[in-house]
Nanobody, 123 residues
């Protein structure tokens, strides 16, 4: 089992920045990829960014490319999502998810999920 705990959400004005953290524990050696997803009220879960554990390869949704950066601190088993130039449409609950079988934007390959952290961007 892998446990994930997100932190770092909050309220920010449009154009501002936030950094989300996702701390992994448990069987972290089995992780193949960690990704961030988000879900706004009344909308489906949306892929944001993915990081392959080995090699550090990254992949982003077009809507956040150039504004968000996913990264990892190996020593802390923590994945970060640096969010810059935030827009009101970025408002959502952000979840980190871990997969031991693949990586990318398909949420069904992720077996482990955090509890989510709220990000609210005011206009």
């Amino acid at each position: 089992q892998v446990q994930l705990v997100e932190s770092g959400g909050g309220l920010v004005q449009a154009g501002g920045s936030l950094r989300l953290s996702c701390a992994a524990s448990g069987r972290t050696f089995s992780i193949y990829a960690v990704s961030w997803f988000r879900q706004a009220p009344g909308k489906e879960c949306e892929f944001v960014a993915s990081l392959r554990w080995t090699g550090g390869y990254t992949y982003y949704a077009d809507s956040v490319k150039g504004r968000f950066t996913i990264s990892r601190d190996n020593a802390k088993n923590t994945v970060y999502l640096q969010m810059n130039s935030l827009k009101p449409e970025d408002t959502a609950v952000y979840f980190c998810a871990a997969s031991d079988k693949g990586w990318g934007p398909v949420h069904t390959i992720y077996d482990y999920w955090g509890q989510g952290t709220q990000v609210t961007v005011s206009s």
